[in-house]
């Protein structure tokens, strides 16, 4: 067996040979190599018969098999069927190259059990390549780094035209470990850079090729080549056939398609697409072939109008496309230095307003690009970076763009300070179009996307669940197969730890298995036993029975009573009755007329007739109920409009209590009594007390007070000084110059100071 914790390269394994004697190979080595054929893909063409599908299902069942059956391998067995099984690489690749892309999934067969075989087979590829490009499996099982990057490019198990596959196919939804996938296939192997740099001009021949094809003449290097005599009997796009057009609006869908896909799954490739002049190339493809093909697709007659629409929807995907990937472009390599602070933020600044600029002659680019990603936002993100921008040049750029928009017939595009976005949270979130993938939470087949036929922004991806936050907005359906999903790759997991994983990660599965393969979960997580079951769903009452309502229990709860009186339901006015009667209507006046008819009688002594006693009125009838609790209480006897009954002298400290000189004593008493009965009982023939004594009063309080305190009262200013000529203090001069320097505080003294500020504002014309 294998030595723990030695690299696979390096391993060397003890077996019996065909003959039966022992023999010791390297772990990596041909004869180690399970023999067994993998049969190429072959894609459901779209009118199938019903026996092409019973055979596509009985040939799809194959390839699931066997690569269930090498995902299931050790790690030196996987790794010798990888490396030495042509026929592998054969099926994978021809997978690749012929599986249904997002746009066309609608084309497929309805059926469930072709839908299902597909998403399996989708699902199981992707793990394949996914354990191809890890090198380091566990602590027991990897592959030194460098012997591993030599292995993946030597045998051609990866390329650059499988990495554009990769992200094309399985882009949506597993962004993130894709991202994780090719930069490990990079950094273990440079050369890669190398081939991708190779790989610019051979898309830009793409465009030259279907430019050509349209019987348009290519800019860039190919244009420098002579015209040739028979050009102008080259077909257009109004004169060649219908299949022609249709596989030429498939090329174009797919190849813009799979370079957006790359560029947002990987965008260090944007620096290497940006140095081999690829922005410049498209805008300026972009251009010239997309008015033409919209003009041939709505021009020409086709037999068939579902062909017609779908060939709209795959042009108006393509110039979406395009143009998300014109700012991916923009953005990693001019916005995002910007946004970094990087030194040299001016030489930046400038390389995207040069950018610019170059779009001004390109009037259909530039007014849908314009319409996704609003020039006017970058502008004002870049004189936020750089203050000393020459605004002449900005004015002149969003001129320039409001002039495309007129000329293209666009409405005015909302900016994003117009919807309460700044240029940063835009250029960082939504306007990199899809810079970073959206969690769709599953290990699955791209969807299709839909939209309306009406420019470059028609096709609008399908909405993807983004951040759900604490509370969980998945359906149970949804729920299961993150589930299922995760336990497919990890099945030692309970399902209660993983729910609460994927509550923890905000129901992104690629997130939770990244941090589970690596052993990064929170330490809350880390506490919880991995085999935990699923907690028991809780019923919830019902909620007809557990609801308040102000109807309840009475005659009209429809919800406890089956009959109800509809006799005493009505809106508005009764039927047959007229608003006179209504006002003429006075039974509630009658019905409360007895009521306080009752108060009208009182009755203030009752005269007892000679012979008669208290006891026959029912006056001295005693009430054994009776509280006397407040029977000993003079209710009334401290009031202030009569003698009081109650009145007593202020309490004194007996002299027996007291301290100190008993006379001194007495006198203050004597003081302080009669100063509170003089401030306690006013003379009542005085109906208003002197206002000067109670000024006096007032102020012996405040100097008292100001004294405790050791309050300094201000010195009064004195801004008069001496007469002209004598002279004039030092006090005097501080306040003058303080009266000087603040009388502009109030009055009409900061007329030109206000006025100032009003133009400013623009609240006074210049």
């Known amino acids: 067996m294998a030595c723990a914790r030695v690299p696979l390269d390096e391993q060397q394994i003890t077996e019996p040979d065909p003959l039966g004697k022992e023999r010791t190979l390297p772990a990596l080595h041909p004869d180690r190599k399970e023999e067994r054929y993998f049969v190429p893909y072959k894609p459901l063409a779209e009118d199938c018969s019903p026996a092409d599908v019973e055979d596509f299902l009985e040939h799809a069942k194959y390839i699931l098999e066997d690569l269930e059956w090498l995902l299931a391998l050790p790690h030196d067995k996987f790794w010798c069927q990888v490396v030495f099984d042509e026929s592998l690489q054969r099926c994978l690749d021809s997978y690749l190259r012929h599986a249904p892309r997002g746009l066309d999934l609608s084309g497929l067969p309805s059926s469930p059990a072709v839908v299902e075989m597909q998403r399996s087979l989708h699902r199981v590829v992707f793990l394949t390549f996914l354990r191809m490009a ?72 793409v465009f030259d090729t279907i430019q050509n094809k349209c019987g348009l003449q290519c800019e860039g290097a190919t244009a420098m080549e002579p015209m040739k005599l028979n050009s102008h009997k080259q077909p257009t796009t109004l004169t060649m056939s219908q299949q022609e057009l249709v596989d030429l609006i498939l090329y174009l869908c797919d190849s813009t398609t799979t370079i957006h896909a790359f560029l947002s799954i990987f965008p260090v490739a944007c620096t ?12 300026s493809f972009y251009e010239t072939i997309v008015p033409d093909l919209e003009k041939a697709v709505k021009k020409r007659n086709f037999d068939d109008k579902g062909l017609q629409e779908d060939l709209w929807r795959r042009l108006s995907h393509s110039c979406r496309k395009m143009v998300e990937t014109a700012h991916q472009l ?43 990603f609003p020039i006017a936002d970058d502008i004002c993100l870049l004189q936020q970076a750089l203050p000393d921008i020459d605004e002449t040049r900005t004015s002149y750029l969003i001129q320039g763009v409001e002039s495309a928009r007129d000329s293209s017939g666009r409405p005015k595009t909302r900016t994003a300070a117009s919807s309460g976005l700044t240029s940063s949270q835009k250029a960082e979130g939504g306007a990199v179009g899809g810079a970073t993938a959206a969690s769709s939470h599953e290990l699955r087949e791209p969807t299709e996307e839909r939209g309306s036929p009406s420019g470059a922004g028609a096709m609008i991806d399908v909405p993807q669940r983004g951040d759900n936050g604490a509370v969980c907005s998945l359906s149970e359906v949804e729920l299961e197969s993150l589930l299922s999903g995760i336990k497919d790759l990890l099945p030692d997991l309970g399902d209660g730890f993983l729910l609460a994983c994927l509550q923890e990660y905000h129901y992104d599965s690629e997130l939770v298995i990244n941090n589970i393969l690596e052993d990064r979960l929170s330490p809350s997580l880390d506490k919880l ?55 003429d209507d006075k039974q509630h006046i009658q019905e409360q007329r007895a009521r306080y008819q009752t108060y009208q009688t009182v009755v203030d002594e009752v005269v007892i007739e000679p012979g008669e006693s208290a006891a026959s009125y029912g006056l001295d009838d005693y009430d054994d109920e009776y509280d006397d609790t407040y029977d000993m209480n003079q209710v009334g006897a401290n009031d202030l409009d009569g003698d009081s009954l109650l009145n007593r002298r202020p309490f004194t400290v007996p002299q027996v209590l007291r301290k100190g000189n008993r006379t001194e004593d007495v006198e203050e008493d004597v003081e302080e009594e009669e100063d509170q009965g003089l401030e306690n009982n006013p003379n009542r023939d005085q109906f208003v007390q002197d206002p000067a004594l109670l000024r006096e009063r007032a102020e012996a309080r405040r100097a008292a007070m100001q004294q405790r305190k050791g309050y300094r ?54």
């Not at 930069?183 to 021949?205: A, G, K, R, W």
């Not at 003058?736 to 030109?752: F, P, Q, T, W």
Request: charged share 30%; glycine share 6%; proline share 6%.
């Open 330 to 372: 923009l953005y990693h390599t001019c916005l995002q230095p910007i946004l970094d602070g990087a030194e040299d933020t001016h030489i930046f600044v400038e390389e995207l307003l040069q950018h610019f600029t170059s779009f001004l002659p390109e009037k259909r680019f530039l007014a849908d690009y314009d319409e996704q």
């Open 134 to 205: 890890t090198h380091k499996e566990s602590k027991d099982h990897f592959i030194t780094p460098a012997v591993f990057g030599e292995i993946i490019y030597d045998n051609f198990l990866f390329d650059i035209p499988k990495i554009l596959d990769l992200c094309v196919l399985f882009g949506k939804g597993n962004g993130q470990l894709l991202h994780k996938m090719i930069e490990n296939i990079f950094t273990q192997q440079p050369s890669y850079y190398t081939d991708l740099d190779q790989t610019v001009p051979t898309v830009l021949e």
């Open 713 to 766: 009262p201000e010195r009064p200013s004195n801004v008069v000084g001496r007469p002209k000529g004598q002279g004039q203090t030092l006090e005097t001069f501080l306040d003058r110059r303080k009266k000087e320097a603040n009388k502009s505080r109030g009055s009409n003294h900061n007329r030109r100071t206000m006025a100032d500020r009003k133009r400013s504002k623009g609240m006074i014309p210049s």
């Open 529 to 583: 036993d991995r085999a935990m079951p699923r907690p028991v769903k809780k019923e919830l009452p019902d909620v007809i029975n557990s609801r308040s309502n102000v109807y309840d229990d009475d005659e009209f709860d429809v919800f406890r009573r089956d009959q109800v009186d509809m006799s005493r339901i009505w809106r508005g006015r009764r039927k047959g009755e007229s608003a006179r009667e209504l006002v």
């Open 272 to 283: 290497r697409f940006h140095s081999n002049g690829f922005l410049g190339r498209l805008s």
